[in-house]
């Protein structure tokens, strides 16, 4: 075959096609072109990576807000301890509290005052009634004037020991002994 | 030229902290090798400084594990390898008959060996040629024209013993010997 026989012109064209083949010198300035790019890609890259961390923060705060703004009211309301207002020095302590039991602890002596001030702050009624308004100010003014709750037989409790009511007589009860002759008229 | 060069490089150097100074000098040591590889694969400029860039950016990603490679130059080999095969394209079509019978023509006006050989349809028979090799056979016959990587370098890249890719050369060369001198013999140079 001829595979076989020695060709020295393909074996040296082989020789010469192999050298080609390796291709040419890189072009000057690979070296920078190389870094450039590197430093480029690598900063594009952090700043996407930066891009995410903000997108992941911006959505963790909307979630907490949304949370916040759709809770229940109660978790909404500030605690009474921190509407309250701070103790002061001056501020006397009320008569509630034992003031011995305060010098006994001195250790807790915001926490005594503050429980002070919540009892002093808690109204007597729940809820609280609003004062009234000038309309209402203004009926009740007229009922004042208008209304006579003398005239009212019976809405004077002074009058009632001289009431007179007069006696009640009830007949007395006539029952007839039944008779026991008269036939069955029913059946 | 050299002083935009030197601000480029001294500009990366700042931006990569530490490691800048290192990839610099891995760079300037190992970026003809990378290129050199990537282009015996693709077979083109810019895809080989794509694939070369590619490289060193995976190199410089990989910077906290600088301290296991053991060897920097394989390291690289190997990654640029896989990266330019991973871009390889199918080869254009090479009208195989039309370029042997330009190269028979040559041959037969008297033109020496080297001249054919640097011929483009000479180039484009070769390219053929040697993408028609069986995987095992092109992959070391490919590296070695790189004339940078030495027989245990391609061993490491290939994962094959280095007595395997010599004989892989061998058999590679034989086989393209043998195509090409089919494909020149008289019968095609009508």
């Not at chain 1, 072109?33 to 996407?48: K, P, Y």
């Not at chain 1, 009320?94 to 808690?122: C, D, F, H, N």
């Not at chain 2, 002083?3 to 040591?29: K, M, W, Y």
Request: hydrophobic share 40%; with cysteine.
């Amino acid at each position: 075959m001829h595979d076989d026989e020695p060709n020295p012109f393909v074996d040296e064209l082989l020789e010469a096609s192999l050298k080609q083949y390796r291709g040419e010198e890189p072009r000057s300035g690979l070296e920078m072109r190389i870094l450039a790019g590197v430093r480029t890609q690598e900063r594009a890259a952090r700043l996407r990576w930066l891009g995410w961390a903000v997108a992941v923060c911006a959505g963790i705060v909307a979630v907490i807000a949304l949370t916040l703004h759709f809770a229940p009211p109660q978790l909404r309301q500030p605690t009474p301890s921190a509407s309250l207002p701070q103790p002061t020095a001056t501020q006397p302590a009320s008569p509630m509290v034992s003031r011995q039991r305060l010098l006994l602890s001195p250790r807790r002596p915001a926490r005594e005052v503050r429980r002070v001030a919540t009892r002093r702050s808690r109204p007597e009624q729940f809820p609280t009634p609003l004062p009234l308004t000038e309309q209402e100010k203004l009926l009740l003014a007229y009922f004042n004037k208008t209304a006579k709750p003398d005239s009212i037989p019976g809405t004077d409790e002074n009058s009632v020991g001289s009431l007179e009511i007069p006696r009640i007589i009830v007949a007395a009860l006539q029952i007839e002994p039944l008779d026991d002759s008269q036939p069955e008229k029913g059946k | 030229m050299i002083d935009a060069g030197q601000v480029i490089l001294s500009e990366s150097v700042s931006t990569t902290d530490a490691s800048g100074g290192e990839l610099e000098a891995t760079v300037r040591e190992q970026a003809r090798l990378v290129y050199k590889i990537a282009y015996s694969v693709l077979r083109n400029h810019h895809d080989a400084e794509d694939v070369a860039q590619e490289t060193f950016l995976r190199f410089l990603r990989h910077r906290k594990r600088w301290a296991e490679i053991r060897d920097r130059r394989a390291w690289l080999a190997t990654v640029a390898w896989r990266v330019a095969l991973d871009r390889k394209r199918m080869p254009a079509e090479v009208a195989l008959e039309e370029a042997a019978e330009v190269v028979s023509k040559l041959r037969a006006d008297g033109a020496p060996a080297d001249e054919i050989a640097a011929s483009r349809q000479m180039m484009s028979l070769l390219e053929r040629l040697v993408s028609s090799l069986p995987r095992d056979f092109r992959e070391a016959l490919i590296l070695s024209t790189t004339e940078e990587l030495t027989s245990a370098e391609i061993s490491q890249v290939l994962g094959i013993p280095e007595g395997s890719v010599r004989t892989r050369l061998l058999r590679a060369r034989e086989i393209l010997r043998a195509k090409l001198a089919a494909l020149l013999e008289p019968k095609h140079a009508r």
